[in-house]
């Protein structure tokens, strides 16, 4: 069963940048399709990002397309997330979740998981 646990929030000013890491260790980490949610205060768990298990396909939601990139290291068993030109609206707790050898419609559902690591906390000011 894989593990996953999160780094790399904080504070920063609108426009600035944050790189987030999701760790995984307990599992075949290569088989895991990686997803990253967040919940701002008051809101639903939204869908942020996915990469499959391949490395070869990815999906954003449309908020944060063109500005957050998600990417993979297997052999440090590492997910990223890149998040540039962060907006108040931004601010939630993000999360990476795992899901083992998926890759389909419903990779930004939050059942297609079934793990997912505590959150880190992300906040923009403005």
């Known amino acids: 069963q894989v593990h996953l646990e999160e780094s790399g929030g904080g504070l920063v000013q609108a426009g600035g940048s944050l790189r987030l890491f999701c760790a995984a260790s307990?599992?075949?980490?290569?088989?895991?399709?990686i997803g990253w949610f967040r919940r701002a205060p008051g809101k639903e768990r939204e869908f942020v990002a996915a990469i499959s298990y391949t490395m070869e396909m990815t999906t954003y939601s449309d908020s944060v397309k063109g500005r957050f990139t998600i990417s993979r290291d297997d052999a440090k068993d590492m997910v990223y997330l890149q998040m540039n030109s962060l907006k108040p609206e931004d601010t939630a707790v993000y999360s990476c979740?795992?899901?083992?050898?998926?890759?389909?419609?419903?990779?930004?559902?939050?059942?297609?998981?079934?793990?997912w690591g505590q959150g880190t906390q992300v906040t923009v000011s403005s």
């Open positions: 307990g599992g075949f980490f290569g088989s895991y399709s």
């Open positions: 979740a795992a899901a083992l050898r998926r890759w389909d419609d419903g990779m930004g559902i939050v059942t297609t998981y079934e793990h």
